[in-house]
T-cell receptor
Framework: RKEVEQDPGPFNVPEGATVAFNCTYS??????FFWYRQDCRKEPKLLMS???SGNEDGRFTAQLNRASQYISLLIRDSKLSDSATYLC???????????FGKGTMLLVSP | ETGVTQTPRHLVMGMTNKKSLKCEQH?????MYWYKQSAKKPLELMFV???????ENNSVPSRFSPECPNSSHLFLHLHTLQPEDSALYLC???????????????FGPGTRLTVL
């Protein structure tokens, strides 16, 4: 089983749509979880951390399910500027080394 | 944003060349990282430096040689590379607090390397 697994997509959605991505991880001892965003030919940038209780930042909501070892990202009211690759990132406890998924590509069209 | 800078942005080299990639962080962080991103593969961690000491070396071939002269600068020296080493090389930095939760990493724009 891959350490961090994501559906590569692409997810094609119209503007204003709601879209959700899931990510599964294999290390049950993982402690930290993040979603990064990477635009085409650019560096990854932190979108949001994922907390056990779930967290929301504007149109973005992240959830963590430790029992099933998956993380989700929900984007509401999609904008054209949301088009990017979304990277699921997991870290084991006490380490600063992050394990990245391959990413899920989102394409938002007018 | 200029928190983490990398030079050069693009590099084309032959298999017999020797070149170096440079990374500089202006965030006052104490940890720096080299990653490799190849097409259709996840980011692969290559090296980690924490307080200038190398703490991770993920089975990277010896043709890649890192150097961290201080906590703000990180180099990746390249020699006798192979065409399969062509990739985007990303530098990142973070402020490590030693807690159970990993700290946010900030990435540079990367060097796109092509080995002929």
């Amino acid at each position: 089983r891959k350490e961090v697994e994501q559906d590569p997509g692409p997810f094609n959605v119209p503007e204003g749509a709601t879209v959700a991505f899931n990510c599964t991880y294999s290390n049950s001892a993982s402690q930290s979880f993040f979603w990064y965003r990477q635009d085409c030919r650019k560096e990854p940038k932190l979108l949001m951390s994922v907390y056990s209780s779930g967290n929301e930042d504007g149109r973005f909501t992240a959830q963590l399910n430790r029992a099933s070892q998956y993380i989700s990202l929900l984007i509401r009211d999609s904008k054209l500027s949301d088009s990017a690759t979304y990277l699921c990132v997991v870290a084991a406890p006490g380490y600063s080394t992050l394990t990245f998924g391959k990413g899920t590509m989102l394409l938002v069209s007018p | 944003e200029t928190g983490v800078t990398q030079t050069p942005r693009h590099l084309v080299m032959g298999m017999t060349n020797k070149k170096s990639l440079k990374c500089e962080q202006h965030l006052g962080h104490n940890a720096m990282y080299w990653y490799k991103q190849s097409a259709k593969k996840p980011l692969e961690l290559m090296f980690v430096y924490n307080f200038k000491e190398q703490t991770e070396n993920n089975s990277v071939p010896s043709r890649f040689s890192p150097e961290c002269p201080n906590s703000s600068h990180l180099f990746l020296h390249l020699h006798t590379l192979q065409p399969e080493d062509s990739a985007l090389y990303l530098c990142a930095s973070s402020q490590e607090t030693g807690g159970a939760v990993a700290d946010t990493q900030y990435f540079g724009p990367g060097t796109r390397l092509t080995v002929l």
